[in-house]
């Protein structure tokens, strides 16, 4: 009897084995053939959920019987049974501007949980004009460009002002963009030297709740996918006010996706882009910048493919600096003038990396990633004008010089416990920079006294899991931790400051249940810690602080759509920060001002309509409070409060037309503790035509359409003017842009 059991097994196992096939198939654009990575592929009848790779490549398991859908943004969704696919080497899919049909609200049919997925669908919907516009397409994100268009932005989101990057995470082909212990400011996250057109796709997170985005994550997180491949060459010119001109050039090294090989598919492109620009101060602030880009993919075999990529960007620039309210009120200085024109920089970038992802049998991958960055960087500025050097002035010389290598490991596998679905990842690696910071006074660009200079060097080694566990069809469990270990050495040249070194850890835990009520709607919550560290000189010299000061977050809220018509998102958020870095003026740096809690409500919506018409809108509200001073004076400076965007985007597809209407709007914000000096709102308007001829395309854009006078950066401190005795707190400014239209025109062959 035993042993008729044990057949009856040994039967039904081998029925199971044998009934499973793997399958491989290449995702290409109907119309271009070109290859369409991360599709999701989502098996209907075992509910297993793939993507394809960066190549358009992907890989399936399942019964001969089982019906696997393939979804892109973008595209028509198709269904295919395994069978079919068996027999298929390459599905084409045809292209369509009805993206809401292609967006699911299911946890448990996405690749990617966790990602804000609206605003995946404004990088499609929106005109991207400059790496600027990237960031502008998160929800509820706002910029601030105050130092003639060569430094990096001033970051605001979900209430928090994050300098240039310190609490907001950006990344490129998973090569991160933010500096640690950056020359001018913690977590510097320079993007300049990415190039609009070649942006593939992106996955935008808001709050410390990705795994993955690691260090200055802590209100978000933007990770941008380049493409891996051409659908032909283009060429394109912009000519713009203000002495604007820019010029794009994308080629494809592999028409037939051949390169080096004969047998192996290949793609491999160029990018280049030059950009000259005077604009709109009285003082041309003489911006210029070249980038390139260089980006090979091969398939190594059925279940191995090889990505290389390098960059290299460099830029110069002048500045007018910030305007005192003051000066410009009694006239002596005008809306665009300056105090001190002489300011400006220069930097450059070089990336560099390679990826190798295998395949592994039973649904498994491994992905190995290494990466080289180097950074060089100089920064003229003069916050206080005759502050502290009534003759010659207050100019400062920020310069640095760094080297980063980085490695990741990633490990994905998926597995079945009885009824419900485990999607893993195991993943380590390290990041290291060698820094070589100075801070010299200056005099009209003109280096004079060596203030400081330090030798530094930091490593984050770090290694996390997370798992993904379908529990039922409508219930998602997210869940796992990360460790984050650190260390932190400096070399005062001078010998006038601190010499050391320290270690530290971090340990991150995070977790978020994603609920369906019904197809249409899913319920959220998510909860987790997140960090930022220190500077490396602050992290040994104050022994007695944590350098990983460390954030807890929770988020509540729900996605939902509304027929094939609307979509939208609310959620409501608080986050509590053991650091706060405030700005300080004379000294030109950011010190720690305590803990700090935060709360807000995002609401994001895209309406469809009609055919071809959209309407998109977001509004976020949020209040944050510094802990540690009195309740009279802990508001925290220059926080947004309340932010809008709204566009509307309307195509006429037999004429080959786009129309867009774009809004911004920033209410008052506090510039001071105690909310006696406030930052005036703004309202602006922007709108672009664009015209398709076959194989040209002609677009005319306008920012700030009603020629409004608006601040785009505001600060509260202390400066002296020239002829003024004693410093003088005040309102200092960079005037935004005025109206400012430009034409491109672009050629594919």
Known sequence: ???????????????????????????????????????????????????????????????????????????????????????THTIRLVSSNEYLKEITILASKRQNIGVQHIDKLSLKLQPINNAQDLLKTVSGLFIAQHAGGGKAEQIFFRGFDNDHGTDFAVFIDDIPVNLSSHAHGQGYADMHFMIPEVIQDADYYKGPYELKNGNFSVSGAARFKTKNELDGNTVKLEVGQYGYKRGVLLLDLTPENKLFSTDKYESAYIALTGTLNDSYFDASQKFKKVSGLFKYNVELGNQTSLTFMSSYFTSSWDASGQIPLRAYQDGSIPW?????????????????????????????????????????YTLFSNFTFFLNDPVNGDMIAQKESRNILGYTFEYDRKDVINTTKLTSTFAAGFRSDWINSSLWSSISKDPQELKDKNKLSETNYWAYAKGNWQLTPSLVLQFGSRLDYFTFDVEDKLGNN????????????????????????????????????????????????????????????????????????????????????????????????????????????????????????????????????????????????????????????????????????????????????????????????????????????????????????????????????????????????????????????
């Open 1 to 87: 009897m035993k042993k008729s059991y044990l057949a009856i097994i040994l039967i039904a196992l081998h029925g199971m084995v044998v009934g499973q096939e793997n399958v491989s198939v290449t995702l290409t654009d109907a119309s271009s053939s070109t290859s369409i990575p991360y599709a999701d592929i989502y098996n209907q009848s075992s509910g297993f959920i793939t993507s394809s790779n960066e190549n358009g490549v992907f890989h399936i398991k399942g019964a001969l019987s089982d019906t696997v859908k393939i979804s892109s943004l973008g595209y028509l969704s198709e269904v295919f049974s395994i069978q079919e696919l068996k027999t």
């Open 336 to 376: 665009f003038g300056a105090v001190d024109n002489t300011e400006g920089g220069e930097t450059a970038r070089l990336n560099t990396s390679i990826k190798i992802t295998s395949v592994l049998k039973n649904d498994q991958k491994i992905t190995n990633q290494l990466y080289f960055s180097n950074n060089k």
């Open 498 to 749: 601190v010499t050391g070194s320290k270690n530290a850890f971090r340990l991150s835990p995070k977790v978020s249940l994603f609920y369906n009520p019904i197809q249409n709607i899913q319920l959220f919550v998510k909860g987790g810690s997140g960090f930022h560290s220190n500077y490396t000189q602050a992290a040994v010299k104050d022994r007695d602080i944590h350098p990983l000061p460390k954030a807890l977050a929770v988020d509540l809220g729900t996605e939902f759509r509304i027929g094939d018509k609307v979509i939208g998102s609310v959620a409501a958020w608080a986050l509590k920060s053991n650091s706060e870095y405030i700005f300080v003026a004379d000294a030109g740096e950011y010190e720690n001002n305590g803990a700090s809690f935060r709360k807000g409500i995002d609401v994001s919506v895209k309406i469809n309509p009609m055919k071809n018409l959209w309407i998109n809108s977001s509004a976020n509200w949020s209040k944050g409070i510094l802990l540690d001073v009195p309740n009279t004076e802990n508001s925290i400076p220059s926080a947004p409060r309340f932010t809008n965007t709204s566009s509307v985007i309307y195509t006429l597809e037999k004429q080959k037309m786009e129309f867009y209407l774009g809004s911004r709007y920033m209410a008052k914000r506090p510039l001071t503790e105690d909310e006696s000096v406030t930052g005036k709102d703004y309202f602006l308007l922007d709108a672009s035509i664009t015209k398709s001829f076959n194989d040209f395309k002609v677009a005319v854009s306008a920012q700030n359409l009603l020629n409004i006078k608006w601040k785009e950066a505001v600060f509260y401190d202390a400066s002296r003017l020239k002829n003024e005795v004693l410093a003088v707190d005040d309102i200092h400014f960079t005037p935004g842009t005025p109206r400012y239209v430009k034409v491109a025109l672009s050629y594919n062959f």
